[in-house]
C-alpha cells in the first residue's frame, strides 16, 4: 500500500528534480565561462586565425579555412567535464574529457552551426583534440526540454498552492 502524500509533496518534488536538471544541464556552462580551458580557447582561437593552433591540428585548420573560411564568432553555449578509470592487466589509466560547444558562424555559410571541439586527455598519451559539427536544433532539444520541464512544475507547484489557500481555508465574514 502506498502512503498517502500531502498534496504539495509531488508538485514540490517535481520542483525540486526539474530545478536539479537544469541546474545539471546548466552548470558546466556557466563553470566553463567562470574557468574556461585554455586549449580549447587556443583552437577556437586558431579557428579564428587570430593564434596558432596547438600541435597536431595545422591539417584541421587548413582544411576548416578551406571548405567555410574562418571562424568569424563562436559563443560557448554547452560544455561537458568528465572523466573516467579504467583498470586493466595490472595497469590503470585515468582519463578526463572536456568537450565545449559553440553556436559557430563561419564566412562562407550562411546560417550558424555548432562547433563541438572534444579535449581528451588519457594519462601516459598525447593530448588529443576532435572537432566536429551539429545542427543547433540539437541543442536547442536539449536546453527547451528542461525549460519547459522546470517551468511545469513550478507552475503546478504554484497553481496547487494557490487552489489549496482557497478551499482549506475557512472563510471569513466580511
Same mark, same amino acid.
Given at each position: 500500500?502506498?502512503?498517502?502524500?500531502?498534496?504539495?509533496?509531488?508538485?514540490?518534488?517535481?520542483?525540486?528534480?526539474?530545478?536539479?536538471?537544469? %541546474?545539471? *544541464?546548466?552548470?558546466?556552462?556557466?563553470?566553463?565561462?567562470?574557468?574556461?580551458?585554455?586549449?580549447?580557447?587556443?583552437?577556437?582561437?586558431? &579557428?579564428?586565425?587570430?593564434?596558432?593552433?596547438?600541435?597536431?591540428?595545422?591539417?584541421?585548420? +587548413?582544411? *576548416? @579555412?578551406?571548405?567555410?573560411?574562418?571562424?568569424? +564568432?563562436?559563443?560557448? *553555449?554547452? %560544455?561537458?567535464?568528465?572523466?573516467?578509470?579504467?583498470?586493466?592487466?595490472?595497469? &590503470?589509466?585515468?582519463?578526463?574529457?572536456?568537450?565545449?560547444?559553440? &553556436?559557430?558562424? @563561419?564566412?562562407? +555559410?550562411?546560417?550558424?552551426?555548432?562547433?563541438?571541439?572534444?579535449?581528451?586527455?588519457?594519462?601516459?598519451?598525447? *593530448?588529443? @583534440?576532435?572537432?566536429?559539427? %551539429?545542427?543547433?536544433?540539437?541543442?536547442?532539444? &536539449? +536546453?527547451?526540454?528542461?525549460?519547459?520541464?522546470?517551468? @511545469?512544475?513550478?507552475?503546478?507547484?504554484?497553481?496547487?498552492?494557490?487552489?489549496?489557500?482557497?478551499?482549506?481555508?475557512?472563510? %471569513?465574514?466580511?
Amino acid at each position: 500500500m502506498l502512503p498517502k502524500l500531502k498534496p504539495k509533496v509531488v508538485p514540490l518534488a517535481l520542483l525540486v528534480l526539474s530545478s536539479a536538471w537544469v %541546474a545539471l *544541464v546548466f552548470g558546466p556552462l556557466i563553470f566553463f565561462l567562470l574557468s574556461p580551458t585554455r586549449d580549447i580557447q587556443q583552437v577556437v582561437g586558431g &579557428l579564428e586565425g587570430r593564434i596558432g593552433v596547438p600541435e597536431g591540428l595545422g591539417s584541421l585548420q +587548413r582544411t *576548416v @579555412f578551406g571548405s567555410v573560411g574562418c571562424l568569424r +564568432r563562436a559563443i560557448p *553555449v554547452s %560544455a561537458y567535464y568528465g572523466g573516467s578509470i579504467e583498470y586493466e592487466h595490472d595497469d &590503470l589509466r585515468k582519463s578526463r574529457t572536456t568537450q565545449v560547444s559553440y &553556436l559557430a558562424w @563561419f564566412e562562407r +555559410r550562411p546560417n550558424p552551426t555548432i562547433l563541438i571541439i572534444t579535449r581528451t586527455e588519457v594519462e601516459g598519451s598525447p *593530448v588529443r @583534440f576532435d572537432v566536429n559539427e %551539429a545542427r543547433p536544433l540539437t541543442l536547442l532539444r &536539449l +536546453r527547451s526540454t528542461s525549460i519547459a520541464a522546470l517551468a @511545469f512544475s513550478l507552475y503546478s507547484y504554484r497553481r496547487r498552492g494557490r487552489f489549496l489557500g482557497r478551499h482549506d481555508e475557512p472563510i %471569513a465574514p466580511v
